[in-house]
């Protein structure tokens, strides 16, 4: 039996329009593996920053600026490979305007996209995601983990200055940048969701793999699944576990040494998130390590079998109610 399986009373049997308090949370690692930009939006924007306590040991006031992978950056690359997929396998439904896309008011209403991470029709239905996110902060401080690099666009004849009119070019300033193995905490909080919904999602987030800006040359991310917990309620925010990570890694110290492993994060940042589980008022439940591992595993194999993922995506799209 699946991993997922064994967990199905913790999830919903059927879709329910109501409320029914299931929530599945994701604990992840986001690892950047290249340089990355996370910013507002435009060139020369400034990257997202935010200034708060460095962790929460009782009378240590330290103010840090921290870098923000803002809530909406990662939900949208992953909600984009969920639909390459729902468009690989002719699963994307029309709607009265024509196919579902996204950010031109032509949601279908009825496709696993829409039903999962919600949609709002100008004259019509919505749909609240049931994917809720929140603002992923770097567990390094900004200082540590940012650089700057200058950029420029030579003409075709190798400089700055157009070959006939001599005019300098004006594409040349400067951009603030994520050093590679940064790391970013950052949690999923599923509500009412399937077992095949899931599946579908935890697969769009293990294979996103590029965030930010500049994203065909930049942005080269890995996430990293370590957790994953059933509760009858949310648990705690983002930046509750960084600051409880950041703790646990820099034991007397001052500072966390950069860069570090992945796996002496995650061992940390798991035994904070054990702690931190002692705030929630709620019945929860852990997957277990080995569990994580077959998780991932299951869904390696999933996706690598087109004709079993083929129908995996076909039955959660039928299971939905007809419109």
Not at 278 to 292: F, H, K, Q
Request: charged share 25%.
């Amino acid at each position: 039996m699946s991993v997922i399986d064994r967990y199905s009373h913790r999830l919903l049997e059927s879709y329910s329009a109501y409320p029914r308090g299931r929530f599945v949370t994701v604990l992840l690692i986001r690892e950047i593996e290249s340089e990355a930009i996370f910013r507002t939006e435009g060139s020369g924007e400034p990257l997202n920053k935010e200034f708060v306590f460095a962790g929460e040991r009782p009378g240590d006031d330290e103010l840090i600026q921290r870098v923000v992978i803002s809530k909406r950056k990662q939900t949208a690359v992953e909600r984009r490979i969920g639909r390459e997929l729902l468009r690989e396998h002719d699963l994307l439904r029309q709607s009265s305007k024509g196919i579902c896309s996204r950010n031109t008011n032509n949601p279908c209403e009825k496709c696993i996209d829409c039903m999962v991470y919600g949609y709002a029709a100008g004259g019509g239905g919505a749909q609240r995601s049931r994917v809720i996110t929140d603002d992923a902060f770097s567990l390094h401080s900004a200082s540590t983990v940012t650089g700057t690099r200058q950029f420029n666009a030579l003409f075709d004849n190798s400089t700055m200055r157009h070959p006939e009119t001599h005019m300098p070019s004006t594409s040349i300033g400067t951009d603030e940048y994520i050093k590679p193995q940064s790391v970013f905490l950052d949690m999923e909080t599923l509500k009412d969701i399937m077992p095949d919904e899931l599946r579908y999602i935890l697969g769009n987030i293990l294979r996103a793999t590029r965030y930010g800006a500049i994203s065909s040359r930049l942005g080269k991310v890995r996430n990293h699944l370590i957790g994953l917990a059933f509760s009858d309620c949310e648990l705690f925010s983002n930046l509750e576990w960084v600051q409880h990570s950041y703790d646990r890694l820099r034991g007397s110290e001052r500072e966390v040494t950069f860069p570090l492993h992945v796996s002496e994060v995650s061992k940390q940042a798991l035994a904070a998130a054990e702690t931190l589980r002692n705030r929630v008022i709620g019945r929860v439940e852990w997957l277990s390590a080995d569990e994580c591992i077959e998780l991932e595993q299951e869904l390696g194999t999933l996706y690598a079998d087109s004709s079993q993922l083929s129908a995996m995506l076909t039955r959660l799209a039928n299971s939905y109610p007809r419109q």
